[in-house]
């Protein structure tokens, strides 16, 4: 049953605490549909409040129904609606970005606004194990590292993923069954954008011609990366806690010596988590940033510097290694 292996994630997780506001992103596709209407039948159980929060992009001519569907099934089930129309191809042009991007950017301003109105602890978001799969795919194919691989987290913040261990397939049988009826975006099917070309082309090529059950090993893939993520996780902090020597806004001084006496595995760890620590995050440094930052320290050759980026500068000095803003 649906519903019951969507509570083993939510209590494996511990997504949804008793009492919760929760904000449940629904476009009215098949996914969005089964998540509102599995959390509305574990309302009772898990004594959850539900808030919809519903986007129509104005990119098909069909998004007036889809908002009317959802509109009429809140309606029905006594749950909040809201909803906001965007020219999501208009803001996209303005801000000189993708249409895919501009439509993320829209969708989770409008759930963190509606989080805010209703005083919502969590954000519930569809995203399946399909969805995960994709990711991983889409991610491996940029040269992801390890992290890529992990794909989405079934918790972050106070996003929740609760059907991120359902498939595709499951879904597809649930609806019918439910008298769910949602409404189908056609351009899901158009090839344009890469997800859908993994979706439609890669994925199904690979079931017929390696592995039937391509989804569920990727996201067994996700589970075993995780694990050994989080495990690393606690080895770099470890690391770092015993060879920094100053950390503040500014900067974050490391020993050398000790730095330089580390596996080049956690050497590379260590300089991301922290930038990490630094900025807030290490997007923006590559593969090669980091080559260089560990030749720098290697060759130890006094005040010697780099600037990777122009937020940051790293400096070998005195035998420490100086990570600062670049003002």
């Known amino acids: 049953m649906l519903e019951k292996k ?103 301003d409008f759930f963190e606004e509606i989080c805010k109105k209703v005083n919502a602890s969590k954000i519930a978001t569809a995203h399946t194990a399909n969805d995960q799969a994709e990711t991983i795919l889409m991610n491996l194919m940029r040269g992801s590292g390890t992290n890529g691989l992990k794909g989405m987290e079934v918790k972050r913040g106070k996003y929740i993923r609760p059907l991120l261990e359902i498939t595709r397939q499951e879904i597809e049988q649930y609806c019918p069954k439910q008298q769910l009826n949602p409404r189908i975006d056609q351009t899901n099917q158009e090839n344009v954008y890469t997800r859908n070309r993994i979706r439609n082309e890669l994925i199904p090529y690979i079931e017929k011609k390696f592995n039937p059950s391509i989804v569920i090993s990727l996201n067994r893939l996700s589970e075993i990366v995780k694990e050994q993520e989080e495990y690393m996780e606690k080895v770099v902090e470890k690391a770092y806690l015993e060879i920094m020597l100053e950390q503040n806004e500014e900067q974050i001084v490391l ?18 988590y922290t930038i990490t620590k630094l900025f807030g995050t290490s997007q923006g440094i590559e593969k090669i940033h980091i080559e260089d930052m560990l030749k720098l320290c290697e060759n130890n050759i006094g005040n010697k510097y780099l600037i990777p980026n122009k937020k940051m500068k790293i400096l070998v000095k005195n035998k420490k290694i100086i990570l600062s803003v670049n003002s």
């Not at 580390?262 to 590379?268: A, F, M, P, T």
């Open 6 to 108: 969507v509570l083993n994630t939510i209590q494996k997780y511990e997504l949804i605490k008793y009492g919760d506001n929760i904000v449940v992103g629904v476009s009215g596709g098949p996914d969005s549909m089964t998540l509102l209407n599995v959390l509305c039948s574990l309302k009772e159980t898990l004594q959850i409040h539900l808030f919809v929060a519903h986007i129509n992009h104005q990119i098909r001519k069909e998004a007036k129904q889809d908002e009317e569907y959802v509109k009429d099934f809140c309606a029905a089930h006594q749950i909040p609606f809201f909803v906001l129309e965007k020219d999501v191809v208009q803001l996209a042009k303005e801000q000189k970005i993708g249409t895919e991007e501009a439509g993320r950017k829209v969708r989770y």
């Open 255 to 272: 020993d050398l010596k000790k730095f330089t006496s580390l596996e080049i595995v956690i050497k590379k760890r260590i300089l991301l």
